[in-house]
Structures are given as structure tokens and as C-alpha cells.
């Protein structure tokens, strides 16, 4: 029996007291890129039981013994110091001790040379994470169970769509309320209620490092072009449920939460009568 962990590129650099990620530190990586380490990591830890593929995604893959231990999903380092994320577990050593000794390799690699020559951020860690104990991911389970249709790239949420025999399917330019995207759940009988029909989806946010601008960009971007078209769907019940993952956290919304009413707080001075 063996396990699997995603291992994506980072830059890691050193403050004052911590580790913390670069602004621009989630990696990506050319396919020459990915076979030159996935080779030179079979040379260097020959004999070891870990191999490191390519498998088409921004991360490597990392396959070895059982362990249970996984580190947080990389985004989580944008908020949050290198220590804070590091593998969790009761096997949680031995993985930490395979990245230090991953860190000790990728020192002065050739490849790390080769991208500062031409100005890009060495590979200073593969981060090691999804392969179990991890919190987010029966949040990601428990969203997708519910809805049939995934927007979004994502390695680990690609995977699981895979395991469920599915495709997740790109963000478009534009999430429109009255898009053709938004449509009523196959099965469903025409003459039924329209706005009971749709179904639930989920959206991912992008990764933020990965595009120009960061995490503000990334925001600003998703607030605009598909959460407020999502929104306005699930408040006219063109869509049964909004799932958004952004990270490690997961939300819900409903047509039911929409219509709400919340009683306005009374002022201040009303409380000293």
C-alpha cells in the first residue's frame, strides 16, 4: 500500500523569526522543468521508497509508504507563516524531515541556477500536502457530494472529479446570471417550477499567486466576473446552492439565507431607558 501527496513548488524565504512565503512563491513550472526534477530526485534519494512524478498540474506528485500526516494546501501560506502549515499528524515527523531533507537538494540545484540567471524565483521547498489528515478536504468532499457541476482549476478538486468519474470545468471569462451555464438539472420535468430546478455548483478561486496583482487582483476579479452573477442566480432560484471554496474554508449559500431579515440593531442610547 502505498500514499500520494501533492508537492507544489514554492519560494520560501526567511524573516526575522519565521518562514514565509514569497508574493509571487506558488511556482509554476515548465514540463522540462518538472522532468528535470522528477529525474534528478530519483538519482539524489535512490533507494528511498518516494518517487516524484509529473502528472500534468502545477504540483508533482510524491508517492511513498503510508503515512498520516499532510501539511495545509500551499494557498494557506499567503495568510499564514510556513510553521503554522507544516504537516499535521501522527506521522507528521517523518514528512517533515523528507521536505528538510527536499530543501537540502533543491539548494543550489542547477535548475535553481539556470532560473536566476534569467530572472525567475528559485525552487527553494516542495510543498508536501492532500494526502491525508488535512481539514479542508471534508469541506471540499462534502461541498462537491452536493453539487454536480465544479468551475474552476484546482489539482486536488480535479482529482477527486476524477474519482467520481466527472471533469471540473474551467471558470469562463464571465459568470452570467443568464448564461446558458446556469440551467435546470437534467431530469427535471419541464413543466416543473424553473426556480426550483437549477442545480447547485461550486466555484474555486484562483490561486492568487498565480496571477498578476495577488490576492487583491484575485478578489476583486472573482467578486466581479462570477460570484455576483452566482449570487444574483441563487436569489432568483436559477440555482439550488452556491458553494464557494476559497482556500481552506468553504461556504454555503442558499435562496433561503437570501431572504433573510435581519432586525436593525436599536441605537445605543435606547439601552440606557
Not at 525552487?123 to 494526502?131: D, Q
Not at 435546470?184 to 484562483?206: K, S, T
Request: proline letters at 6%; aromatic letters at 6%.
Amino acid at each position: 500500500m502505498v500514499h500520494h501527496w501533492f508537492a507544489t513548488p514554492l519560494h520560501l524565504f526567511a524573516g526575522l523569526d519565521s518562514v514565509h512565503l514569497h508574493p509571487a512563491g506558488l511556482l509554476e513550472l515548465s514540463a522540462a522543468e518538472q522532468q528535470l526534477l522528477a529525474a534528478d530526485f530519483a538519482r539524489v534519494f535512490a533507494g528511498a521508497p518516494w518517487v516524484l512524478s509529473t502528472i500534468g498540474e502545477r504540483e508533482l506528485l510524491l508517492t511513498g509508504p503510508p503515512l498520516r500526516a499532510s501539511a495545509s494546501e500551499p494557498e494557506e501560506l499567503l495568510a499564514r507563516t510556513a510553521d503554522a502549515c507544516m504537516a499535521r499528524g501522527a506521522d507528521a515527523p517523518a514528512l517533515k524531515r523528507l521536505a528538510s531533507e527536499i530543501e537540502l537538494w533543491l539548494h543550489q540545484h542547477p535548475l535553481n541556477r539556470e532560473r536566476s540567471s534569467r530572472g525567475a524565483l528559485p525552487v527553494t521547498a516542495l510543498w508536501l500536502w492532500g494526502g491525508g489528515d488535512a481539514e479542508p478536504a471534508a469541506m471540499v468532499e462534502a461541498a462537491m457530494s452536493r453539487a454536480p457541476r465544479v468551475y474552476g482549476a484546482d489539482s486536488y478538486v480535479a482529482a477527486l472529479c476524477r474519482l467520481r468519474g466527472e471533469t471540473a470545468l474551467p471558470l469562463p471569462v464571465r459568470l452570467d446570471a443568464e448564461s446558458a451555464l446556469l440551467v435546470p438539472a437534467r431530469g427535471v420535468r419541464a413543466d416543473r417550477d424553473a426556480r426550483d430546478a437549477g442545480d447547485a455548483i461550486v466555484l474555486l478561486a484562483p490561486t492568487p499567486a498565480l496571477v498578476e496583482g495577488g490576492i487583491t487582483a484575485v478578489l476583486s476579479d472573482f467578486e466581479q466576473h462570477w460570484l455576483a452573477g452566482a449570487l444574483h442566480a441563487v436569489r432568483t432560484r436559477r440555482i439550488r446552492a452556491l458553494h464557494c471554496l476559497l482556500g481552506a474554508r468553504a461556504y454555503r449559500l442558499t435562496w433561503r439565507q437570501c431572504i433573510r431579515v435581519w432586525r436593525a440593531r436599536a441605537p445605543w442610547w435606547e439601552g440606557l431607558s
